[in-house]
């Protein structure tokens, strides 16, 4: 009855008894309909906060995020500003889906994180913020490396280099640093190898450059017993190659 043909005070007193009794779902619909109502006027700063957070308490973080935004670009001056603030950004970090997804809202997290960090520097909040951006960091860097992986396992090494370079060159801590010069120099080792006789000689040189950068990054690698091996088979290939090119030259 009060939704349908309740006077606006009381709508908006239910609405806020609702929110309080954290039945936010339902304190959503009244703040809705109240929302043109009050527009302008001193309760829309409650509103506005109340409704973001409800979006937020019912874990509907994109929602929340938008709300959370529009009250700190509406509320500059509020008491609630840098909670405010700090909600938002935390919303879209929540709102973040698993690396094998689409990472376009991890990337907004991180800029939002990273715009809280910088206006509030003094938050109590910074130490957690800085957590979640290394959080999304990992993520993106883990959702780079295995597009890079999945290309090597397809046998599309051109790409697969390429992609493990653009994982390194904007990761430069990367954990996953070993495994990506790894699997670049095996990359290259397959191309090279069985490209046709007019690339073979510059790729395999390409190889075994990979392979000595790889060596003095990781001197005591897991993986370097096999990678010598494969630098042997190179070497091979290589001198054979020459051989042949002098062969050639001799006709």
């Known amino acids: 009855k009060v939704l ?30 109240i929302t043109p109502t009050f527009r302008g006027k001193p309760q829309m700063e409650r509103i506005q906060y109340m409704v973001a957070q409800a979006h937020y308490n019912t874990k509907q973080y994109s929602l929340a995020a938008y ?7 509406n509320y500059p001056k509020s008491s609630k500003i840098e909670e405010a603030a700090y909600l938002s950004a935390h919303s879209y970090f929540l709102n973040s889906p698993i690396f094998s997804l689409d990472q376009k809202d991890t990337e907004e997290a991180i ?8 206006k509030y520097p003094a938050s109590n909040k910074i130490e957690q913020a800085n957590e979640n951006i290394k959080t999304l960091t990992l993520k993106l ?5 295995e597009i890079a992986r999945q290309y090597y396992h397809i046998e599309d090494y051109v790409s697969a280099i390429v992609a493990f370079d653009n994982l390194l060159s904007k ?14 120099f095996k990359s290259a080792y397959e191309l090279g190898m069985n490209s046709i006789f007019e690339k073979k000689e510059a790729r395999i040189n390409d190889a075994v450059k990979y392979h ?6 990781y001197p005591e690698s897991k993986y370097l ?27």
Not at 67 to 73: A, I, L, S, T
Not at 173 to 179: A, I, M, P, Q, V
């Open 141 to 145: 860097e883990k959702k780079s490396f």
């Open 4 to 33: 349908n043909k309740g006077k606006t005070t009381e709508q908006y007193k239910m609405a806020t008894d609702l929110y309080e009794s954290q039945k936010f779902n339902k304190a959503i619909q009244l703040f809705e309909k």
């Open 171 to 184: 990761y430069l801590g990367t954990s996953y640093r070993e495994e990506a010069l790894y699997l670049k």
């Open 225 to 251: 017993a096999e990678t010598n091996k494969k630098l042997n088979d190179l070497t091979q290939e290589l001198s054979t190659i020459t051989t042949i090119k002098t062969e050639n030259d001799g006709l």
């Open 67 to 73: 709300y959370f935004d529009k009250f700190v670009k």
């Open 212 to 217: 000595e950068r790889f060596r003095r990054s």
């Open 111 to 118: 800029t939002a994180l990273q715009n809280f960090i910088y």
